[in-house]
């Protein structure tokens, strides 16, 4: 009788948490699946949104295009080397600096009117910074790019090595590294990716490898596609040389971040005199004061 209850109590409770299991996948599966139809339609509307805004900053960048095709050429590098390199990157850009000019004018104009300043050097002083933020911003990030593709590229000599230790030939080993580093080096990834594909549709391997260098005018980057170009060429063994340049990157890295561990002392000295000091008296000198207050209060002249 005893194990008839037990062998009832145990089905029952095993009924019940499959059943609920049952339902909780049911309504995990709907919600999934509404999620997906609900991020299509948020993606197109903001595909649509994001055309529109793109096309208008276009038109207002061709009506202040430079005549000259030096500036037009610099900024066309500079982009290039920064990771835009769309057709339209270039109208795109001016567009760009022409809303934040008349932005940054009409905001430095509210607040002097708040301020009761009124003087047209204010403004124009706004449309210059404004005109000039997204040529620093610019220039700023081809130079967090170029320090990337430095911190990223010992880890793809690496890679490539085992490549072509593997047995992997020349395109083969820079295209399986382009796959493999896709999370952990994803500037080179592209690059050595967009060079395999040049390489695939008949490009001669070494002008392939001189638009890489032109693409992103990086010194160490330079001096590693140089090594393989003579490997291309001559058909030398490159993995000693590669593995010494991997090492000397690493040295190198190594050196710059114990450059500026050693300048963060230096840099904490503002922070610390400034917020931390007075707070630091102030807990300390703080009760001592109060005590000596109410010590004055209590003297009898």
């Keep these: 009788m005893i194990i008839t209850i037990a062998v009832f109590i145990f089905m029952t409770v095993f009924g019940i948490i499959i059943s609920l299991y049952y339902t909780t996948e049911i309504i995990h599966q709907k ?8 991020v299509v ?3 197109k509307s903001d595909h649509v949104y994001k055309t529109a805004l793109v096309n208008i900053f276009m038109h207002l960048g061709r009506l202040i295009l430079p ?21 339209n990157a270039l109208s795109f850009f001016y567009g760009l600096r022409m809303i934040s000019a008349l932005g ?16 047209l050097v204010v403004c124009y002083a706004g449309v210059l910074l404004g005109y000039y933020l997204p040529l620093w911003l610019l220039k700023w990030k081809e130079k967090q790019r170029a320090q990337t593709i430095f911190r990223e590229l010992p880890d793809a000599l ?42 695939e549709s008949g490009l001669p391997v070494q002008e392939a490898l001189g638009n890489l260098i032109n693409r992103n005018q990086v010194e160490e980057l330079t001096s590693v ?30 050196q710059m971040a114990e450059q500026k561990a050693a300048k963060v002392s230096v840099k904490l000295v503002f922070p610390t005199i400034l917020f931390i000091m007075p707070a630091m008296i ?20």
């Design 104 to 119: 940054t004018a009409l905001l430095i104009l509210f607040f002097s009117m708040l301020l009761h300043v009124k003087s």
């Design 67 to 87: 005549q000259q095709n030096t500036d037009r050429h610099l900024i066309l590098e500079c982009l290039k080397r920064t990771g835009y390199r769309n057709e």
């Design 41 to 43: 339609r948020h993606e």
């Design 158 to 199: 690496d890679m490539f090595i085992v490549c072509m230790n593997a047995g992997y030939n020349f395109d083969r080993a820079l295209f399986r590294v382009s796959q493999e580093l896709r999370q952990i080096a994803p500037v080179l990834s592209k690059e050595f990716e967009r060079y395999f594909y040049e390489v």
């Design 282 to 301: 102030l807990i300390i000198l703080g009760p001592t004061g109060i005590r000596f207050i109410e010590k004055l209060k209590d003297l009898k002249w």
């Design 225 to 254: 596609v140089q090594i393989l170009m003579q490997s291309a060429r001559f058909g030398t063994d490159i993995i000693h040389a590669l593995k010494i340049h991997a090492e000397s990157l690493r040295t190198k890295r190594r």
């Design 31 to 38: 919600n999934i699946l509404f999620r997906r139809l609900s």
